[in-house]
């Protein structure tokens, strides 16, 4: 049974527009939720996360929102970039629980210039 | 700083035949883990451990045998390959989750084919 769900395995939009990843999640006792991205060939990368406590969270060009009631989150990107080119994924965990991450499929991203 | 570093980063056995992954990490962490990656399934947990001595089961650990001896190692061992074990694998590790916030860590990742 997969607990966390990224429906969309692929996303292709223009150098500066929006970008939206989406993240479905089954498991409401998960209470930290967090974003990687991932180049080929390399390990992926925290980008950001964002507590249960809070429902939006912001670091520059990203922004993570949090839907509890919905079991869904986003990651907005804006202004895309083509260095934003990459695999996208979701994960979440339970504070309590030795942080073991759940991850979904992941979305790869395209940016065209 | 090296962060989170797998040896080998490629291998490819034959099945039947056995291998050892190693991970290590320099920053001190208690916790580390086991992923694979397999297309359209996204990182799924094999192994992990909250400290040195500690080994418990992810998701996915039939196959698979892992040792903590040192707090900075962890290791990944395949007995016996099989082709199903052809995937990319990553070893993470992180601080205690204190507090819910959990930033794991991850390796370059080690692409493994099993023939």
């Known amino acids: 049974d997969q607990q966390v769900k990224q429906n969309s395995p692929s996303l292709s939009v223009q150098e500066g527009r929006i970008s939206i990843l989406n993240c479905d999640y089954t498991?409401?006792?998960?209470?930290?939720f967090l974003w990687y991205k991932k180049y080929p060939a390399e390990g992926p990368t925290f980008l950001i996360s964002?507590?249960?406590?809070?429902d939006k969270n912001e670091d520059g060009r990203f922004t993570v929102f949090l839907n509890k009631s919905a079991k869904h989150l986003s990651l907005h990107i804006v202004p895309s970039q083509p260095g934003d080119s990459a695999v996208y994924f979701c994960?979440?965990?339970?504070?309590?629980?030795?942080?073991?991450?759940?991850f979904g499929q992941g979305t790869t991203l395209q940016v065209k210039p | 700083n090296a962060g989170v570093t797998q040896t080998p980063k490629f291998r490819v056995l034959k099945t039947g035949q056995s291998m050892t992954l190693l991970c290590a990490q320099d920053?001190?962490?208690?916790?580390m883990y086991w992923y694979r990656q397999d297309p359209g399934m996204g990182l799924r947990l094999i192994h992990y451990?909250?400290?040195?001595?500690?080994?418990a089961k992810g998701e996915v650990p039939d196959g698979y045998n892992v040792s903590r001896l040192k707090k900075q190692n962890f290791l990944l061992g395949l007995e016996s390959a099989a082709p199903s074990q052809t995937s990319v694998y990553f070893c993470?590790?992180?601080?205690?989750?204190?507090?819910?916030?959990?930033?794991?860590?991850f390796g370059q990742g080690t692409r493994l084919t099993v023939v």
């Open positions: 993470a590790s992180s601080p205690p989750a204190r507090g819910g916030n959990t930033e794991a860590f």
């Open positions: 964002i507590s249960s406590i809070k």
């Open positions: 994960a979440a965990s339970r504070s309590s629980n030795t942080g073991k991450l759940i």
């Open positions: 920053m001190n962490h208690e916790y």
């Open positions: 498991n409401s006792m998960f209470d930290y």
């Open positions: 451990s909250v400290g040195e001595g500690t080994t």
